[in-house]
């Protein structure tokens, strides 16, 4: 799965609610029916983190089993990439329809 993938996924699963690692991959593997690799968990909750999309639930929590938290700027860009992708969707399954009708 691509890094970007796993950081849009990762962003779906934490704007419902704060959630430690293994209930985000516990998420995705409900959503998609795949769960990710620890490196693409780990590497898109560092990626997200660094850009200011999540946040620690509780700064004082530390490792891996920390809970986190969409931030504001999360939401924000979650929302602009699931905008772009649905009018990707929206005309790729428009251009289907077309191709078989």
Same mark, same amino acid.
């Given at each position: 799965?691509?890094?970007?993938?796993?950081?849009?996924?990762?962003?779906?699963?934490?704007?419902?609610?704060?959630?430690? $690692?293994? +209930?985000?991959?516990?998420? %995705?593997?409900?959503?998609?029916? =795949?769960? #990710?690799?620890?490196?693409?968990?780990?590497? *898109?909750?560092?990626?997200?983190?660094?850009?200011?999309?999540?946040?620690?639930?509780?700064?004082?929590?530390? $490792?891996? +089993?920390?809970?986190?938290? %969409?931030?504001?700027?999360?939401? =924000?860009? #979650?929302?602009?990439?699931?905008?772009?992708? *649905?009018?990707?969707?929206?005309?790729?399954?428009?251009?289907?329809?077309?191709?078989?009708?």
């Amino acid at each position: 799965m691509h890094s970007n993938d796993a950081q849009l996924l990762v962003l779906t699963v934490l704007a419902e609610s704060a959630a430690h $690692g293994y +209930a985000i991959n516990a998420a %995705i593997e409900q959503l998609t029916g =795949e769960r #990710l690799g620890p490196g693409s968990l780990y590497g *898109a909750l560092t990626r997200l983190e660094a850009r200011g999309l999540i946040e620690p639930d509780d700064p004082e929590e530390g $490792g891996r +089993a920390r809970t986190m938290r %969409i931030t504001d700027a999360g939401r =924000e860009a #979650l929302r602009a990439q699931l905008t772009q992708l *649905a009018r990707i969707s929206s005309v790729g399954l428009r251009a289907l329809g077309e191709a078989t009708t």
